[in-house]
């Protein structure tokens, strides 16, 4: 396209270059301009990579060394799940005679969630290290990195960034001169948001619909082409270049225990700053919603969706006294998932607020299992007519009943993440839905 | 007994021209020589930023191309919300209104939008130059408002002063073309 528009084009500068972060580690020292090879590198880049192939004259480290790092680093997947890292790396066959593979998991299209995007734009060697160094932990040798198909000019920088790396050496075969051997290459969706299931994710890569597959087998044992694959989130891969120049106890001490590290989080909807920002693990959230400006227009805080769309909603009482970890959130009934906080003032109307979500679900179900088919059209259709004064007297337990019906009972999550906002919203604000459907007006009608 | 009136017609194949063919050939080598299908998603977002839209005949020549069935690019086409099943305006405009969006006037932009172009949600001007859609999350939430133009550039912090000029900018850039 000829027409320039770049005056409309985001900078980074209020989500990623500001100085709130606290303790960064993957968003340090980054400005915009400086995401080429020799920056990255200048910021100490590769350097993890180097160590563990022995390639400055030091001892290499054995694949298994490697994976006692990140297990003793408390890494945690940082896509939404949560599972052990180094666990998750162990599962690997690695004496699998046949080809593996390695998939980053950039399809990041939790709504709130807009992390991924900065870290691949601005900083993408990192991630393309830190699936290097995977690699040569599961002894693999081909891997692919799977970019949401929204953020196309991202896919782009990563392509670049790839070309960088292999025109010095730190992609494609015998990498620095070791034994090592690792072929990258970047993938893009089209507008799914299932794909960031990963075995969705995987049919995807293969070229077909993105329906999700009955595990187990696991992707460990069946994944790509049928073969052992390991599927990790972006920020997972970006977090472990510095777990191997300093170590896993290094990057444990960094949050709390079984919470290892740094995190970002999004900080999105009625906050002054919203953004990414980058701290310690087991932070307050009121420090968090500081660092972001507190809530918009000084009004006050309502609710939190404290890990993107699919995390049961939060009082404000309630989210004030967590910390922003997986332990802390998950004890008060949530989830820390992807790390997206959603932030709603006073003047939002949870009802209103829910319609929408549960209009996404309906519309992202892949249309496979009949729960989450049938069931997310219905828990929307419930929500709108409670929401436009048409709700009837029994709606809230029959919405309560599709949600329980839903949960547990579909091959993949997304049945249960179109079902926990509805369990969330009305176990904590059922009090607006029943001012719904018996005054069929909204307690704060002014939200637009 | 019913007898099978329906006339199964092989689709008309597209000739890919020699740029597109080359385009395609970088997709395909990032996969294992039997896995050619693989690169279905990006020949077919090639095909559409190239023609604005995913044909049958082009389906069948993407088919053609990387040895796999047509209906099976087809399933491909109809499953991603982004592929254009029919022709767009000349700019694709889709504004995200999930929840994170709706908090910063995401639905306000596409309303806006829908208002200064006269059209619903959904529909493309009279004169052929714009399609307006809203769509689900582009992974961009804090800096809402936020769309995507032509599936391939995402505009930011969209206030409707800036969608305002975006479209003055737009109209000016077609006009040079006529």
Not at chain 1, 40 to 66: F, N
Not at chain 1, 316 to 329: F, G, P, Q, R
């Amino acid at each position: 396209m000829a027409l320039d528009l770049s005056r409309f084009q985001t900078t980074g500068s209020a989500t990623c270059f500001h100085d709130r972060h606290i303790g960064a580690q993957i968003y340090a020292g980054l400005n915009g301009s400086n995401w080429h090879l020799a920056d990255y590198q200048a910021r100490g880049g590769y350097q993890a990579l180097r160590k563990i192939l022995g390639v400055d004259g030091g001892e290499p480290m054995t694949q298994d060394q490697v994976i006692a790092e990140v297990k003793g680093s408390g890494l945690r997947g940082r896509g939404g799940a949560g599972f052990p890292t180094g666990l998750k790396w162990s599962f690997m066959p690695r004496a699998f005679p046949g080809q593996k593979y390695l998939v980053c998991n950039s399809d990041e299209g939790e709504p709130g969630t807009c992390k991924d995007r900065d870290i691949l734009m601005y900083n993408p060697h990192i991630v393309i290290e830190g699936m290097a160094i995977a690699a040569y932990a599961m002894g693999i040798s081909v891997g692919y990195n799977y970019i949401h198909g929204e953020i196309f000019e991202v896919y782009d920088r990563f392509e670049a960034a790839l070309e960088e790396a292999r025109a010095a050496g730190l992609l494609g075969d015998n990498i620095l001169g070791s034994k090592h051997s690792f072929q990258l290459h970047a993938f893009h969706g089209f507008g799914a948001y299932i794909c960031g299931e990963e075995t969705a994710l995987l049919e995807s890569l293969e070229g077909k619909k993105g329906q999700p597959r009955f595990k187990p087998p696991f992707p460990a044992s069946f994944g790509l082409y049928g073969k052992p694959t390991t599927i990790n989130n972006t920020e997972t891969f970006a977090a472990v270049p510095w777990i191997i120049r300093n170590g896993g106890q290094a990057y444990l001490e960094c949050g709390k225990p079984n919470n290892g590290g740094t995190k970002i989080y999004s900080m999105v909807g009625d906050v002054e700053r919203p953004g990414n920002y980058e701290i310690p693990m087991g932070t307050p959230f009121s420090k968090l919603l500081e660092l972001a400006g507190g809530v918009k227009g000084g009004k006050k805080l309502k609710a939190v969706i404290p890990g993107g769309s699919s995390a049961p909603v939060l009082p404000a009482h309630i989210m004030m006294e967590c910390t922003m970890d997986y332990d802390s959130i998950a004890k008060a009934g949530s989830m820390l998932g992807s790390g997206a906080v959603i932030v709603m003032d006073e003047t939002r109307c949870m009802v209103k607020s829910l319609e929408r979500l549960a209009y996404f679900y309906a519309h992202e179900s892949c249309g496979q299992c009949t729960p989450c088919r049938e069931g997310t059209g219905w828990l929307h259709r419930l929500v709108h007519r409670v929401e436009h004064g048409e709700g009837r007297a029994d709606d809230l337990a029959l919405l309560d009943n599709v949600a329980e019906n839903i949960m547990g009972r579909t091959i993949c999550a997304l049945g249960d993440a179109a079902a926990m906002p509805v369990r969330g919203m009305l176990k904590h604000f059922r009090d607006e839905f029943v001012h719904h459907v018996d005054h069929k007006t909204c307690t704060v009608p002014s939200y637009v | 007994m019913m007898t099978d009136t329906v006339t199964h017609q092989t689709p008309p194949v597209a000739p890919l021209s020699e740029a597109t063919q080359a385009r395609f050939a970088r997709e395909v080598a990032k996969y294992p020589k039997d896995q050619a299908q693989s690169a279905v998603m990006a020949c077919l977002s090639i095909v559409q930023q190239e023609q604005g839209w995913v044909s049958t005949e082009a389906e069948a020549a993407i088919a053609a191309y990387l040895g796999m069935p047509a209906m099976a690019v087809h399933e491909v086409t109809t499953f991603y919300n982004m592929y254009n099943q029919q022709p767009v305006g000349k700019f694709k405009l889709n504004v995200c209104t999930n929840l994170p969006c709706q908090l910063r006037n995401g639905q306000g932009a596409l309303e806006h939008l829908c208002k200064s172009l006269n059209v619903e949600d959904g529909g493309t001007t009279a004169d052929g130059l714009f399609t307006v859609a809203k769509c689900e999350c582009l992974g961009a939430c804090a800096d809402a408002p936020v769309m995507l133009v032509n599936d391939r550039q995402m505009l930011s912090y969209m206030s409707n002063d800036k969608l305002d000029e975006m479209l003055a900018l737009m109209r000016a850039e077609a006009g040079k073309a006529a």
